[in-house]
């Protein structure tokens, strides 16, 4: 069974920084393609980043030089750094496959207000 437990969210202040944590079990990131997703108030659920098996990533636009997506295998985490945050920002950031499984974790509420 899958599990998936996100951390690290907050209140934050425009141009502020968070970084984003996800311990996974049930499943070896090292073997898929791994993603940060987002939902924000009202909003379908987005990805947002990924990074693939041999280590390139890739980002929405938005959020493209703000954010960086990293793993590490041995612990089997996932990362978000997230840096100069935006209002937009603001959501519940989720981890999980690329695409995205059967199973979700409850994710991390992200704020970005003044």
């Known amino acids: 069974q899958v599990q998936l437990v996100e951390s690290g969210g907050g209140l934050v202040q425009p141009g502020g920084s968070l970084r984003l944590s996800c311990v996974m079990s049930?499943?070896?990131?090292?073997?898929?393609?791994m993603g940060w997703y987002r939902q924000a108030p009202g909003k379908r659920r987005e990805l947002v980043a990924t990074i693939f098996i041999y280590g390139n990533t890739n980002y929405i636009d938005s959020v493209k030089a703000r954010f960086t997506i990293s793993r590490d295998s041995a612990s089997n985490m996932l990362y978000l750094q997230m840096n100069s945050l935006k209002p937009e920002d603001t959501a519940v950031y989720y981890c999980n496959t690329v695409p995205g499984g059967q199973e979700w974790g409850q994710g991390t509420q992200v704020t970005v207000s003044s």
């Open positions: 049930g499943i070896s990131i090292s073997i898929y393609p």
